[in-house]
């Protein structure tokens, strides 16, 4: 790691370090890293019992779905005990933060005694049978004999079981900052057992809005380079308020903000909660600009909505998707993960919507991705259901638990600008073709293509909100106003890396 890949939340640490120590070393919050150590470490006590890579691969085989039909269908009594058992493994996981001064306590009886029932609440004892890990220790056909050398074991290895227990523990920590490629430092909210995402009908198909609002008409260069402006420009735009501009927290995700506003772009909302999902799997927004839940006209028939018939969808069943937080974990110690086709956690942003929405992204560049066929995912469907729809829609406060009455002024109208604009900044072209290392004359020719197809670049840069409606905004919503909203504060595990 170099001193120029640090984001400012670990320079801030690596600026209290001696000179002497700053010279030979970096610091990182990495979550990559953190899990490659507890690999390593797991492997050291469960050998070929710990084999992440295969167990990814049995995971996904499971999961493999081309058609409604091949989903697993469940009923809404099956979705309330599930919500029940995700509510079980929330009190679990604070139970377990709460356990963090026992297990890092100086009495060797007293850590040991802590990390051991962490450790089986955590599912990786050798008798463990339940737990919120199911998958990253494969106890099938372990016989009497090996659990007894594991146990012996542990309680030799029980220094190694102490950095394991909190290592996994740290991503139940509310305001945890943690490192991510691609969108830096996250200040993040508790890790849940379960990423899910939720669809009001069966789509047919399940892809980034960006790819699903693209021009047939564009050639692929042109609509890649468009998107990428309108995805530049809906990023900058965040830039213009004082939350923003003076949020130190976390690295501020521009994307997850513009998407979660309204701009087109290459990644889908995941949630941590199923309640969200839920909202979004009953409910509808309405041409009154406010959310509704499903009525019988809405699923009554297969055909019952034309816009997902169309699709080849089938109105009658909302779908669900979850994937267990710890085969992503174990993805990101096994594979040389990017930032892209993995799931990342949103966190704690300047704006609550994110937060409300237990929010996390999962980005993609490929544009023909479907999350359908996406074996990550398992994926289940639910016959719509008009009391379900009501009851979800009422646990969700109308709407107002998923879109919060005191976060900033709704800002999907500048963000539906963007989506539709036809000119851009002068300094978003300069700044995309800088990182294409584009020639003097080669932006000249990208000018004339995009002007060819009714796309201009201005000769300064594109205003999409008014001084005045900028000023009333930031008067209402202040960066005091969105610290007093997040209420938790940051919890820093630096890593010192020496040599690198």
């Known amino acids: 790691m170099k001193l120029e890949d640090m984001t400012q ?37 469960y050998g070929d019992r710990v084999d992440w890579k295969k167990c990814i691969s049995a995971y996904q085989k499971r999961h493999i779905v081309r058609k409604c039909e091949d989903m697993s269908l469940v009923t809404t009594d099956e979705i309330r005990n599930m919500l029940a058992e995700d509510e079980k493994d929330r009190v ?11 297990i890092s306590s100086n009495d060797r009886e007293t850590a040991g005694k802590a990390t051991l029932e962490a450790a089986k609440f955590l599912g990786i004892l050798p008798d463990s049978r339940e737990g919120l890990f199911t998958w990253i220790v494969n106890k099938e056909g372990m016989t009497e004999k090996e659990q007894l050398d594991l146990e012996q074991k542990i309680r030799q290895e029980m220094a190694l079981l102490n950095i394991i227990v909190k290592a996994m523990i740290d991503s139940y920590v509310p305001g945890i900052q943690l490192t991510y490629p691609i969108i830096g430092t996250v200040m993040t909210q508790p890790k849940t057992r379960y990423y899910y995402r939720g669809e009001n009908a069966f789509y047919g198909q399940s892809r980034p809005s960006a790819y699903r609002n693209m021009d047939p008409k564009l050639p692929f260069q042109v609509q890649e380079i468009v998107n990428r402006l309108r995805w530049d420009e ?4 965040f830039d213009h308020f004082d939350a923003v501009k003076r949020w130190g927290n976390s690295t501020v995700n ?7 506003y309204g701009l087109w772009t ?17 409910c509808k927004f309405g041409n009154d600009g406010k959310w509704h839940p499903l009525t019988k006209a809405d699923f009554e028939k297969e055909d019952s909505r034309v816009n997902v018939k169309k699709l080849g969808g089938d109105s009658r069943y909302a779908v669900l998707y979850r994937s267990p937080s710890e085969i992503t ?3 990101w110690a096994e594979e040389n993960v990017k930032g892209e086709n993995i799931i990342l956690p949103v966190g704690y942003q300047p704006f609550m919507r994110c937060k409300s929405q237990y929010a996390y992204m999962f980005m993609t560049l490929q544009e023909k991705y479907d999350m359908l066929v996406d074996p990550l995912f398992e994926k289940m469907r639910f016959r719509l259901d008009e009391d379900f729809c009501q009851w979800v829609y009422e646990m969700s406060d109308s709407g107002n638990a998923i879109y919060p009455n005191d976060d900033i002024p709704d800002l999907s109208k500048y963000m539906t600008k963007i989506n539709h604009s ?21 932006k000249k020719q990208w000018k004339a ?4 197809y009714g796309f201009h670049i201005m000769q300064g840069d594109r205003e999409y909100i008014t001084a005045n409606e900028l000023r009333k905004i930031n008067k209402r919503y202040s960066i005091e106003r969105a610290f007093q909203l997040t209420k938790v504060t940051p919890v820093k595990r630096p890593q010192l890396i020496i040599g690198g």
């Open 422 to 442: 036809c000119h851009f900044s002068q300094s978003t072209f300069e700044a995309l073709t800088k990182m294409g290392n584009c020639t003097e004359d080669e």
């Open 9 to 45: 939340q670990e320079k801030a640490f690596w600026n209290l370090l001696p000179e002497e120590l700053q010279q030979i070393s970096t610091v990182t919050m990495s979550y990559q890293n953190s899990w490659a150590i507890i690999n390593k470490h797991l492997r050291t006590i």
């Open 234 to 237: 809906g990023c900058g735009f």
């Open 266 to 282: 290459p990644m889908m909302d995941v949630t941590g909660d199923l309640l969200t999902a839920l909202f979004f799997a009953c």
């Open 254 to 260: 521009y994307l997850a903000l513009a998407q979660h």
């Open 449 to 452: 293509i995009l002007k060819k």
């Open 92 to 102: 679990t996981s604070v139970k377990l933060v709460e356990m963090l001064p026992l």
């Open 329 to 331: 974990d174990m993805k």
